[in-house]
DNA sequence: GATGAATGAGAATTCATTCAT
DNA sequence: CATGAATGAATTCTCATTCAT
């Protein structure tokens, strides 16, 4: 085999070992991921998986990862035209709908208290936006309504985060508590961001 | 011993081991608890757990129930005379210091999908204000502010679920992030409370 | 309290050990017994057990004794007047009626290799009937239908030892598979018995 | 090395597996059979076990299958020239040296009570034959014993039914009490097997 | 006489990881 | 590259027994 040709079939197993052990997050959630468990469902030995990753952790890692990426990925800068509560709410309830449609992963995700996790979630720092483009975009839509003066002045930062920690909470809890029914969820969700946008307002 | 003396022993053990369970819950987190680290930690045999209490989980249960109580007893019936908006301010700020004060425990708590512990958590639900004492403090709060006119017509419960979920969000985020300095947590937290109330103006 | 009262308390608590212990064994087994499990049953603590037993195989000795005792004594010397055949039908079958009385106790005693419990329960050895009643009746009985002429001579001690394990055999596996109807439980037990006497007669 | 031998060491092992299990419950009965006195008596770890099979039931399972059908293969058809009641004494005879060979076994087996083992074991129920080889060619033998005029007008599936049961009862018995000589044993056998056939007769 | 605390050994099972082949 | 054998430590829980009080 050519190096080439190696280096793309390296690269696949890679994807098909972190393919699995999403399935396998997304069934029966980490806690419950083991290296036998991806080996099962790739019809692989366990051994191998350990060519590829270096440990289980590095997997969950980097599957998680994937998953946050597409999840705020739905906070992205708004089109210029758009007044800025209409682009906060449209990314807070495109971010959410994210969320919930892959709850086990983003409850791991988030709950994750891993230094490797928290190398890309963490939001709280001071001076964070500068590394976290979701929230670097979420803050921009504030300065650009608090310079429209449609929002109160604000430190555009702070109140990024505050915002995004509180839809956090309400995903979380969604996430967790079963019972809820999809009318009741969505109410709440739009009580939540009717309530941060009103909270923002001049 | 006198049985009052052995009732009285008996019920010392069993704090005893609340208590080692509480600590290496709040140092390492539920998932790393253990009998035996409970045990090691107590310097006694694991068997002699299972004399005071009939299972791990019970004993995680009792610990995460107890410190659950504490936490929410910050949200209480307001002074009536207090203005709604200061009320909840009050309420708010306890609440999240409470919180802060363990956070291992607290997330734990408020991250746990186990039946038992939501048995005594899950807010979500339409009508849980009816066995959500300290929802229901909260709603009677905003109503208070609805009927005063300070705050604008609102379902309360609702709004007080997602103003919780909002707070629960900042906190599990404070909590899992070591690395935000006081200052900015005192910020992140003025600024969600303060959106929070604003967001609730009429 | 008198000497006297003592001892017959001694003796009352000692009763109720045995009580508590048969009633479990008859309930889930012997394997399932367990000394905490007299204890809970009799509203005891565990520990006084041993006060009145050794251990908890001698309790175990101790019930499984007197309920073999109970079952036995279903073979006893004959009606001097009745046939020898219709003797020993009447006595195998009440035995058998008896041991299917307490299926779990009879397997329980039947099946067990321990010293103490074959020290009432052993009867292949030559001579047996010298210590066990139940077989030197046995014995007698088909004795005199061999002095009677209506059996074919035969050592009488060696028969009866192969007709009570044959006996057991059938109760045994009775008691085992539990899904046999009580209508081929009858048909299987009269067709033994009925083999077993025609294999006796001249 | 190559698939082959790897297949064989597996095979291998699992035998060894098997042949401990089996050396232990021969030594100890199947009760006192624990995965880890498997791993000891083998020199090796308690986990592997569980690379070769799922559970402890499994290889208990397993252990008394084998050694079920190596006993149980006395009995298979017989000479159509020889006479039912030969045929069946020496079906007897053997199915006994057998089961004598392996006392503990054939004593574990016997007395399960388990789904799994009954699955194989049981014999009782109407129309047992059906699935049970053993007791078929019994039957057959029996039924031919009737057509020739040698044995008695007998439901033939019942009658073998009593007969293995009875002679059950008397390995049982001889595997349980120790202390019988050899000669009393063979004594006992005789006795029983003519018992059985001479109760057949016309 | 009676309690209940306490131990220590035992049970089955799971798992991440390593490594010879 | 890939396998599967192997380990050792971990898990919860049960139990017979002892003993101070």
Known sequence: MSKARQQKHSHEIRNRILKAAARIISDV????????????????????????????????????????????????PSDTAMPADEAIQTSLTSYIENALRMPSEYNSIMQ????????????????????????????????????????????????????????FGLIARLNIEKGVTEEQKASLINCQVELIIRGLKA
């Open 29 to 76: 959630g980490v806690e419950a991921l083991s290296v036998r468990s991806i080996a099962r469902e790739m019809d692989y030995s366990a051994g191998i998986i350990y060519h590829y990753f270096s440990s289980k952790d590095e997997i969950i890692e980097s599957v998680l990862r994937d998953r946050y990426n597409e999840i705020i990925q739905a906070i992205t």
């Open 112 to 167: 994750s208290a891993s230094q490797k996790v928290l190398a890309f979630t963490s939001i709280l720092a001071k001076g964070s936006q500068k590394i976290r483009p979701a929230l670097a975009h979420l803050a921009a839509d504030i300065e650009k309504g608090i310079i429209s003066g449609l929002f109160r002045p604000i430190d555009a930062e702070l109140a990024a985060q505050a915002i995004i920690s509180a839809v």
